[in-house]
């Protein structure tokens, strides 16, 4: 399973360590490291201006340490529609989608998640063709909530 985490707020001329929760950047340190710890095989970590970093371990320790290491590694640029394009199943997490439970889940998919401001409309449109929406209920959840959990009913339904 591949996660990846868009934030439109979050760009890479204003990100700093020592202030994690400016542009939620401590949202996206979350997102990467409970999505690796679920089981993910990958993360995207994608940027306003479509910076992206490709993860697939971090190092231990305190939200700081894995920031400063992410921030040291080489991104890429793209966009959603090139993300997509490797995947033949995608999903949306979205609170209007379908109860996740209802949906058979592929272990080879990409599960796209926004941070709480959400995707932008044009990202939704494209995600409205490309992905199945699905949702874990009406509450809201914190997307590092949300990874952890589609991780574990991931591993539930494959097993």
């Known amino acids: 399973m591949s996660f990846l985490i868009k934030s439109d707020v979050a760009c890479p001329w204003s990100l700093d360590v020592n202030t994690l929760v400016k542009n939620r950047f401590d ?3 979350d997102f990467l490291v409970e999505s690796l710890r679920g089981g993910a095989r990958e993360v995207y ?3 306003c201006d479509g910076t992206t970093y490709r993860i697939t371990s971090v190092p231990s320790g305190r939200a700081r340490d894995v920031a400063a290491w992410l921030l040291a ?3 890429f640029k793209a966009d959603m529609r090139a993300i997509l ?3 033949r199943h995608v999903y949306y997490l979205h609170e209007s989608g ?3 439970s209802e949906v058979r889940l592929e272990g080879d998919g990409l599960f ?3 941070d709480h401001d959400g995707l932008s409309a044009e990202d939704e449109e494209l995600l409205s063709r ?3 929406w699905i949702s874990l209920g009406r509450l809201p959840y914190m997307s590092w909530q949300a990874a952890a959990y589609v991780a574990y ?3 539930r339904q494959l097993n």
Do not use: S
Request: glycine share 4%.
């Open 27 to 29: 949202v996206l340190i």
């Open 130 to 132: 490309r992905a199945v």
């Open 153 to 155: 009913m991931l591993r």
């Open 98 to 100: 379908r109860d996740v």
């Open 85 to 87: 394009a490797k995947y």
């Open 45 to 47: 970590v994608m940027l």
């Open 73 to 75: 590694q080489r991104p």
């Open 112 to 114: 796209i998640f926004g």
